[in-house]
C-alpha cells in the first residue's frame, strides 16, 4: 500500500511558476514509477509527466516539455512549473504505479492516487 500527499498548489499569474512536492509513503516505493496527472472542470484527466522506476528517465506531455520538470529525491516527487499558463489550470494529482514503459503516461496504469492540490493560473 502507498500514500500519497500533493502540496504547493496556489494561484499564480501567468508566466509564474510553482512547484508541486508529493510526498509518498508505504512499501518497496523504490519499486514503483510516479507522475504527475492533472484535470480540468469538464475535461478528461491527462497525464503531465512521469519517472520511471525502472531507471529513472522521464517523459512529458507535449503540452509541458520545456517549461515543466518532474524530479524525485527519496520518498519526494517534486514538479516545477515555469512559465504557466492559463490552460494549466487543474487539480494536479500525484500517482504511482508500475506500467510497462510504453504505458508510463497513461493514468489506467497508475494504482494509487494522492487527493490532489489544485493550480490556478490566471492572465
Known amino acids: 500500500q502507498v500514500q500519497l500527499v500533493e502540496s504547493g498548489g496556489g494561484s499564480v499569474q501567468a508566466g509564474g511558476s510553482l512547484r508541486l512536492s508529493c510526498a509518498a509513503s508505504?512499501?518497496?516505493?523504490?519499486?514503483?514509477?510516479m507522475g504527475w496527472f492533472r484535470q480540468a472542470p469538464g475535461k478528461a484527466r491527462e497525464a503531465v509527466a512521469s519517472?520511471?522506476?525502472?531507471?529513472?528517465d522521464t517523459y512529458y506531455a507535449d503540452s509541458v516539455k520545456g517549461r515543466f520538470t518532474i524530479s524525485q529525491n527519496n520518498a519526494n516527487l517534486y514538479l516545477q512549473m515555469n512559465s504557466l499558463k492559463p490552460e494549466d489550470t487543474a487539480m494536479y494529482y500525484c500517482?504511482?504505479?508500475?506500467?510497462?514503459?510504453?504505458?508510463?503516461?497513461?493514468?489506467?496504469?497508475?494504482?494509487?492516487w494522492g487527493q490532489g492540490t489544485q493550480v490556478t493560473v490566471s492572465s
Open positions: 500517482a504511482a504505479g508500475a506500467p510497462p514503459l510504453w504505458r508510463i503516461l497513461l493514468g489506467s496504469e497508475y494504482n494509487y
Open positions: 519517472i520511471y522506476a525502472g531507471g529513472g
Open positions: 508505504g512499501h518497496k516505493l523504490s519499486t514503483y514509477s
